[in-house]
C-alpha cells in the first residue's frame, strides 16, 4: 500500500475521486476525514493536474467553481510545499504574498467588526458604519491583485497549456469583487440601519471576507508554488515591468526585484501596451499629463543639461509670457542682460553640484512673485537640467484662520 501512496498517478485518481464525491454532495467534512486517511499530504502540482484533469473530462467549469471553496476547504493543510521553489524579495510573488498579509489583516480587522454589531449603541452607529466602510474600501484594493494574476500571469500559464484552474480562479475573482462591491453600497446607503446590516451579514458580509481570505492561501499553496516551477526568470521580469500599470494592494513593495545576471537596456522603454507614459509610481497618456501640467497653480520652464529651453507649461494665466519660439534657444538669450551674470552663477553652482535650489521673490503689478530654479539631478545625481517655477502667492499670504467647508472658488 505505501508503493501506491508514494505513486502519482494513484494519488491523483484517489483526489479525482473524493473531489467528484464533494461533486455528488457528500458532506465536506467526510471527505476531509478521507484525503487526511489515504492521501496525507498532496503535492500541490497533482492538485493543479487533477483540476486540469476534471475540467478535461467534461465536468463544467462552473461546476468546477462552485465547489472550488470546498474542495479548497477540504485540501487546507494538506497540500505539500516542500518542494516549492524559494521566492526572492521583491520578486512578483513575493509581492503577491506581502499583499496577501496585509489583506488578510484588514479582512480579519473587518471580521473584528461586524462581530462587534450587537455591541454597538444606535447613537454610534454611523461613526461604526463609516469605520466599516472604511475597512471594506481598503480590501477592494484586491482588485488590482486580481489583475495583476488575470492580466500578467495567467496569460503564461495559458501558454503553457494549463488553462482550468486560471479560469476557476478568475471567476472566484469576479465574484469576491461583486460581494465587496455589494457590501461597500449597502454601507454608502443614506438611511443605513444596523437591521440592514443583521440582514446581510450572513449571506453577503461574512462570505465575501472569507471568499478573499481562502483565495489567499489557494494562492499560497496551489498557484504561486505552480508558477514559479511553470514561468520562466524573463516570464517574471516581463511581469515585473507591466507590474505598476496595474498598481498594488495595500502594500508597497521596499525591494525592486531585479534578476540576477540580468543586463538592462541602455535606453528603458517608458511606453505602456496602451501607449500611456510609465514611471516609477504611475503612468497616464500625453493628453493626461499635458493638462495635469496645464493645470498646476504655477508656471514651469525646462532648461536641458545643454542650457538650452526644452519645454515651458500653457497655464491659463501665465506669469511671465513665453512663446514657443524660445524653445531650443539658449536661456541666456532669455532673460535681460543686466541679469545674466546671475543666471551663469545658478547653472555653475548646479552643474557643479555646489548648489540645487536659488529662490527668489519680487512684488509686480501688485502682485507677490516667488521664482524658484530647482537643478534637476538623475538617481547617480549626474546633472540633467534646472527646472524654473514662478507662482503668484498674494492670495496664499492674506490667508488666515481655516476653511473645513468646502467652497467653490469662481473662475
Not at 35 to 61: D, T
Not at 245 to 259: C, I, N, Q, R, S
Not at 314 to 330: L, M, W, Y
Request: glycine share 6%.
Amino acid at each position: 500500500m505505501s508503493e501506491l501512496i508514494n505513486n502519482s498517478k494513484y494519488r491523483k485518481e484517489q483526489l479525482k475521486e473524493l473531489i467528484l464525491k464533494l461533486h455528488q454532495g457528500e458532506s465536506a467534512e467526510n471527505v476531509r476525514h478521507q484525503l487526511i486517511e489515504s492521501l496525507k499530504n498532496i503535492p500541490y502540482g497533482e492538485v493543479v493536474e487533477v483540476e486540469q484533469e476534471l475540467i478535461a473530462e467534461g465536468l463544467p467549469e462552473t461546476e468546477v467553481l462552485k465547489l472550488c471553496d470546498v474542495h479548497g476547504a477540504v485540501l487546507e493543510g494538506n497540500v505539500d510545499l516542500s518542494g516549492a521553489k524559494a521566492i526572492p524579495e521583491g520578486h512578483p510573488v513575493d509581492v503577491f504574498q506581502k499583499e496577501n498579509s496585509e489583506l488578510r489583516k484588514v479582512a480579519g480587522l473587518a471580521k473584528q467588526q461586524l462581530d462587534d454589531l450587537p455591541n454597538v449603541e444606535l447613537a454610534d452607529f454611523k461613526t461604526y458604519a463609516l469605520k466599516l466602510e472604511s475597512l471594506f474600501n481598503q480590501l477592494m484594493d484586491v482588485d488590482k491583485h486580481y489583475q495583476r494574476k488575470e492580466y500578467l500571469v495567467f496569460p503564461y500559464l495559458e501558454k503553457n497549456e494549463i488553462t482550468g484552474p486560471p479560469k476557476v480562479m478568475w471567476g472566484k475573482h469576479d465574484e469576491i469583487r461583486e460581494q465587496l462591491k455589494g457590501c461597500i453600497e449597502i454601507l454608502k446607503a443614506p438611511e443605513l440601519k444596523p437591521e440592514d446590516l443583521y440582514d446581510s451579514l450572513e449571506f453577503l458580509f461574512y462570505p465575501s471576507l472569507q471568499g478573499l481570505v481562502d483565495m489567499t492561501k489557494k494562492e499560497e499553496e496551489i498557484l504561486f508554488p505552480m508558477t514559479m516551477d511553470v514561468l520562466t526568470t524573463e516570464d517574471w521580469w516581463n511581469i515585473h515591468k507591466q507590474t505598476l500599470e496595474y498598481g498594488f494592494a495595500l502594500y508597497d513593495p521596499v525591494v525592486d526585484w531585479k534578476p540576477d545576471g540580468l543586463v538592462e537596456e541602455t535606453t528603458e522603454n517608458t511606453l505602456t501596451s496602451d501607449g500611456n507614459i510609465q514611471l516609477p509610481s504611475g503612468s497616464f497618456s500625453t493628453e493626461e499629463i499635458k493638462a495635469i501640467l496645464n493645470t498646476v497653480p504655477f508656471d514651469m520652464t525646462f532648461v536641458d543639461k545643454n542650457d538650452k529651453v526644452k519645454y515651458f507649461t500653457q497655464g491659463k494665466e501665465r506669469i511671465f509670457a513665453r512663446s514657443r519660439s524660445i524653445i531650443n534657444r539658449d536661456v541666456r538669450l532669455c532673460h535681460p542682460p543686466g541679469s545674466t551674470h546671475i543666471v551663469e552663477k545658478i547653472l555653475e553652482d548646479f552643474k557643479s553640484g555646489k548648489a540645487s535650489h536659488a529662490p527668489f521673490w519680487i512684488q509686480m503689478k501688485g502682485k507677490f512673485i516667488k521664482i524658484e530654479y530647482y537643478a534637476l539631478r538623475d538617481e547617480q545625481g549626474d546633472y540633467l537640467g534646472t527646472l524654473e517655477v514662478s507662482q503668484d502667492l498674494s492670495e496664499n499670504r492674506s490667508l488666515e484662520g481655516e476653511r473645513r467647508i468646502l467652497s467653490y472658488t469662481e473662475e
